[in-house]
C-alpha cells in the first residue's frame, strides 16, 4: 500500500498547489515586504529594517482521529503548536506568539477544557503566548465519524508570529560542499502520514488503539497519539546555521526547500527507523520510496552547518535531552537531490525513485 491508494494523492496536490500559490503570489503587488518565498517553512515580512516578522500556519491532520479514538484530547494542542512553532524556526526567528481555529460540531466543554490543556502546554514547551483564537460550531462540516463520540467531533489548526532581523533570515542560500546535515531524533509520526498508517494498522492489520505491541512497549494508540516534538526550545546559535529544515510532510524531500541549487544532500548514516514504522512498512508492504517520503522514519528536524559547528550542535540538543546524528553531508551535483545510499533511493521533485547505484557519490561513512 502506499499513500495515494490510502486516500491521499500527493502527486495531484502538488500540481494543484503550484495552480494555487501562482493566484496567491499576485497579492505580492500590495506590498513589498515579504522576504521569504512561498513553500518554506515561514514567510519573513519586513516590517522595518530591523524587524521582520516570520509567519506559519498549520494543521494536524487526521491525528485528531487518533486523539477521537482514544477519547484523549489534552495532547493534540501541543501538535498544533508544535508544527506551526517548527517551522518558525526554520528561516532563523525566534516565536513569540500563537493564535488558534478550532471547529467543533457542537458546544462542548469537555472538549474545550482537554484542547485548552494541550494548547496551553504547547505554548509553555515553546515560550509563546496565545494571544488569541476563534472557535467556530459548524455541525454540517464537523461531524461524528465512526471514530468519535457523539459532540466531540473537532479540526484544530494554529498561526504563529516569530521575529528575525530582515537581514539575518535563513534559507539555505550558503549551503557548500563538505556542509553536514544534523538529524535532531522524532518522537515517532508526529503529525504527518496518519491516513496511511490507519489504513494499515487499524484496516489491514485489525489493531485496535487499546492494544498492547510489546516492540513499542504501549498501546498502538499511545504510539499513534505521542506528542510532535517542539525544536523551538533548543537554544539554536542561527548566526551559524545554514538550514533548519522541519522534516513533516514530504519527510526527508523537505531538505529540497532549501534556496540553493547544485547540491546533492547524501544521507549516508540514518539510525533504525522506530518499530512503529517498522509494523506499518511489512503490514502494509509499503516500498522504500514510499516510506522515506510519507513518514520522518524517526528524524524530526535537520540542520545543515559546516563541520566546525557540529559538536556545538549537538551539545545544545543534548542539554534538552533529545538526540541527535549526523545523518549525511553536502556535495556539488547538477541540480538538487536527495539521496539515501543504503536505499537505493534519490528524491527529487517531491518523490523517491529507486536507484541501483550512486557511483558518482561520495560516501563519507558519517565520518
Same mark, same amino acid.
Given at each position: 500500500?502506499?499513500?495515494?491508494?490510502?486516500?491521499?494523492?500527493?502527486?495531484?496536490?502538488?500540481?494543484?498547489?503550484?495552480?494555487?500559490?501562482?493566484?496567491?503570489?499576485?497579492?505580492?503587488?500590495?506590498?513589498?515586504?515579504?522576504?521569504?518565498?512561498?513553500?518554506?517553512?515561514?514567510?519573513?515580512?519586513?516590517?522595518?529594517?530591523?524587524?521582520?516578522?516570520?509567519?506559519?500556519?498549520?494543521?494536524?491532520?487526521?491525528?485528531?482521529?487518533?486523539?477521537?479514538?482514544?477519547?484523549?484530547?489534552?495532547?493534540?494542542?501541543?501538535?498544533?503548536?508544535?508544527?506551526?512553532?517548527?517551522?518558525?524556526?526554520?528561516?532563523?526567528?525566534?516565536?513569540?506568539?500563537?493564535?488558534?481555529?478550532?471547529?467543533?460540531?457542537?458546544?462542548?466543554?469537555?472538549?474545550?477544557?482537554?484542547?485548552?490543556?494541550?494548547?496551553?502546554?504547547?505554548?509553555?514547551?515553546?515560550?509563546?503566548?496565545?494571544?488569541?483564537?476563534?472557535?467556530?460550531?459548524?455541525?454540517?462540516?464537523?461531524?461524528?465519524?465512526?471514530?468519535?463520540?457523539?459532540?466531540?467531533?473537532?479540526?484544530?489548526?494554529?498561526?504563529?508570529?516569530?521575529?528575525?532581523?530582515?537581514?539575518?533570515? *535563513?534559507?539555505? =542560500?550558503?549551503?557548500?560542499?563538505? &556542509?553536514?546535515?544534523?538529524?535532531?531524533? @522524532?518522537? #515517532? !509520526?508526529? /503529525?504527518?502520514?496518519?491516513?496511511?498508517?490507519?489504513?494499515?494498522?487499524?484496516?489491514?492489520?485489525?489493531?485496535?488503539?487499546?492494544?498492547?505491541?510489546?516492540?513499542?512497549?504501549?498501546?498502538?494508540?499511545?504510539?499513534?497519539?505521542?506528542?510532535?516534538?517542539?525544536?523551538?526550545?533548543?537554544?539554536?546559535?542561527?548566526?551559524?546555521?545554514?538550514?533548519?529544515?522541519?522534516?513533516?510532510?514530504?519527510?526527508?524531500?523537505?531538505?529540497?526547500?532549501?534556496?540553493?541549487?547544485?547540491?546533492?544532500?547524501?544521507?549516508?548514516?540514518?539510525?533504525?527507523?522506530?518499530?512503529?514504522?517498522?509494523?506499518?512498512?511489512?503490514?502494509?508492504?509499503?516500498?522504500?520510496?514510499?516510506?522515506?517520503?510519507?513518514?520522518?522514519?524517526?528524524?524530526?528536524?535537520? *540542520?545543515?552547518? =559546516?563541520?566546525?559547528?557540529?559538536? &556545538?550542535?549537538?551539545?545544545?540538543?543534548? @542539554?534538552? #535531552? !533529545?538526540? /541527535?546524528?549526523?545523518?549525511?553531508?553536502?556535495?556539488?551535483?547538477?541540480?538538487?537531490?536527495?539521496?539515501?545510499?543504503?536505499?537505493?533511493?534519490?528524491?527529487?521533485?517531491?518523490?523517491?525513485?529507486?536507484?541501483?547505484?550512486?557511483?558518482?557519490?561520495?560516501?563519507?561513512?558519517?565520518?
Amino acid at each position: 500500500m502506499n499513500y495515494k491508494e490510502s486516500g491521499v494523492d500527493t502527486d495531484k496536490e502538488e500540481i494543484i498547489m503550484k495552480a494555487f500559490i501562482n493566484q496567491i503570489e499576485k497579492t505580492h503587488i500590495n506590498s513589498d515586504k515579504i522576504l521569504q518565498p512561498n513553500r518554506y517553512f515561514a514567510n519573513v515580512i519586513n516590517l522595518t529594517d530591523e524587524i521582520g516578522l516570520a509567519v506559519s500556519t498549520d494543521g494536524v491532520g487526521t491525528k485528531v482521529l487518533i486523539s477521537q479514538m482514544m477519547e484523549k484530547y489534552d495532547t493534540i494542542g501541543i501538535d498544533c503548536v508544535a508544527m506551526v512553532v517548527n517551522d518558525i524556526i526554520c528561516v532563523g526567528a525566534k516565536p513569540i506568539t500563537f493564535l488558534d481555529y478550532i471547529a467543533i460540531e457542537e458546544p462542548n466543554e469537555h472538549l474545550m477544557m482537554e484542547l485548552g490543556k494541550g494548547l496551553v502546554e504547547g505554548a509553555n514547551q515553546a515560550r509563546v503566548s496565545i494571544s488569541g483564537g476563534e472557535t467556530a460550531q459548524v455541525p454540517e462540516l464537523i461531524r461524528r465519524t465512526k471514530y468519535s463520540k457523539t459532540g466531540y467531533g473537532f479540526d484544530i489548526v494554529g498561526m504563529g508570529i516569530g521575529m528575525v532581523h530582515p537581514y539575518e533570515t *535563513i534559507d539555505g =542560500s550558503f549551503i557548500c560542499e563538505g &556542509d553536514v546535515i544534523i538529524g535532531i531524533e @522524532s518522537s #515517532g !509520526l508526529h /503529525s504527518n502520514g496518519y491516513t496511511l498508517a490507519r489504513n494499515i494498522l487499524f484496516d489491514i492489520g485489525g489493531y485496535s488503539v487499546g492494544d498492547y505491541i510489546d516492540e513499542l512497549g504501549k498501546t498502538i494508540g499511545e504510539e499513534l497519539l505521542e506528542p510532535t516534538i517542539i525544536y523551538s526550545n533548543i537554544n539554536f546559535p542561527f548566526q551559524s546555521i545554514k538550514a533548519m529544515i522541519n522534516i513533516t510532510g514530504d519527510s526527508l524531500l523537505n531538505l529540497l526547500r532549501v534556496n540553493k541549487n547544485d547540491i546533492q544532500f547524501v544521507i549516508d548514516n540514518l539510525p533504525e527507523p522506530y518499530p512503529v514504522f517498522k509494523m506499518i512498512q511489512e503490514m502494509g508492504r509499503v516500498p522504500d520510496e514510499d516510506m522515506y517520503r510519507t513518514f520522518n522514519m524517526g528524524i524530526g528536524f535537520c *540542520i545543515v552547518v =559546516s563541520p566546525s559547528y557540529v559538536d &556545538d550542535i549537538q551539545s545544545r540538543v543534548s @542539554s534538552k #535531552g !533529545l538526540k /541527535s546524528y549526523r545523518i549525511g553531508h553536502v556535495i556539488n551535483s547538477k541540480g538538487k537531490s536527495v539521496i539515501i545510499p543504503s536505499k537505493g533511493l534519490k528524491g527529487c521533485d517531491r518523490k523517491f525513485y529507486k536507484e541501483r547505484k550512486f557511483s558518482d557519490v561520495k560516501i563519507n561513512n558519517g565520518n
